[in-house]
């Protein structure tokens, strides 16, 4: 499973920007059935980033998906007409695929991506503790939580994604994981897997 954002920064209106992002998603989804998330970033990006994320089986399927709006008629004039409400070469796309899920996600409001760079040598000791940080992470905090590595990117960049369900869930996440003495050791353990100066953290939110 490859999960897909793709990203831009507002150079315009806010709300204007907000609704075309909001009506795209739907445009797509009527034109490939495919369905796209929408997402504001809050922290961790720069301020009027906003995303659309969508889950694929494949490669095959996301360039078959791609080629659906290359030829939808109502997806090109409204992509077209938003290109003044975003700076100019500030869209990127980012496409990880999916190495273990821990817990049942559920409704989110709100989602945590985390990343960091695998050193080299340590690849296959950072996936394995990715995976374990997974899923005690979810054991600690009640949230679902997805492990990935980066596909056409950086050598040995992987992130995690968490789920919530709201803000509430947000702290109570926090209070759960700086409490549990488990959770510190296996961070410190897994201090030596990574790049140091390359993690790095972000909380966005739904708007659709």
Same mark, same amino acid.
């Given at each position: 499973?490859?999960?897909?954002?793709?990203?831009?920064?507002?150079?315009?209106?806010?709300?204007?920007?907000?609704?075309?992002?909001?009506?795209?998603?739907?445009?797509?989804?009527?034109?490939?059935?495919?369905?796209?998330? #929408?997402?504001?970033?809050?922290?961790?990006?720069?301020?009027?980033?906003?995303?659309?994320?969508?889950?694929?089986?494949?490669?095959?399927?996301? *360039?078959?998906?791609?080629?659906?709006?290359?030829?939808?008629?109502?997806?090109?004039?409204?992509?077209?007409? =938003?290109?003044?409400?975003?700076?100019?070469?500030?869209?990127?796309?980012?496409?990880?695929?999916? *190495?273990?899920?821990?817990?049942?996600?559920?409704?989110?409001?709100? #989602?945590?991506?985390?990343?960091? *760079?695998?050193?080299?040598?340590?690849?296959?000791?950072?996936?394995?503790?990715?995976?374990?940080?997974?899923?005690?992470?979810?054991?600690?905090?009640?949230?679902?939580?997805?492990?990935? =590595?980066?596909?056409?990117?950086?050598?040995?960049?992987?992130?995690?994604?968490?789920?919530?369900?709201?803000?509430?869930?947000?702290?109570?996440?926090?209070?759960?994981?700086?409490?549990?003495?488990?959770?510190?050791?296996?961070? #410190?353990?897994?201090?030596?897997?990574?790049?140091?100066?390359? =993690?790095?953290?972000?909380?966005?939110?739904?708007?659709?």
């Amino acid at each position: 499973m490859l999960i897909n954002v793709r990203s831009g920064q507002i150079d315009g209106s806010l709300p204007e920007a907000i609704g075309f992002a909001v009506g795209v998603a739907e445009t797509v989804k009527n034109a490939t059935g495919v369905e796209l998330g #929408v997402w504001q970033s809050l922290y961790g990006r720069p301020l009027g980033t906003l995303a659309w994320s969508a889950t694929v089986e494949s490669i095959a399927e996301l *360039v078959g998906v791609n080629q659906k709006l290359a030829e939808d008629a109502t997806y090109l004039e409204q992509s077209d007409a =938003a290109r003044s409400l975003f700076i100019p070469g500030s869209f990127e796309d980012q496409l990880t695929q999916v *190495v273990h899920t821990a817990g049942t996600p559920g409704t989110m409001a709100f #989602v945590q991506a985390i990343s960091a *760079v695998a050193a080299p040598g340590k690849q296959g000791d950072a996936m394995a503790w990715g995976v374990e940080m997974a899923d005690y992470a979810s054991g600690v905090t009640g949230n679902a939580v997805t492990f990935g =590595a980066r596909q056409f990117a950086e050598a040995g960049q992987v992130g995690w994604i968490t789920g919530y369900a709201d803000a509430d869930a947000i702290d109570a996440s926090q209070a759960a994981q700086s409490s549990d003495a488990g959770y510190a050791e296996r961070l #410190v353990a897994g201090a030596g897997l990574f790049i140091p100066g390359t =993690a790095s953290s972000m909380l966005s939110q739904r708007l659709n």
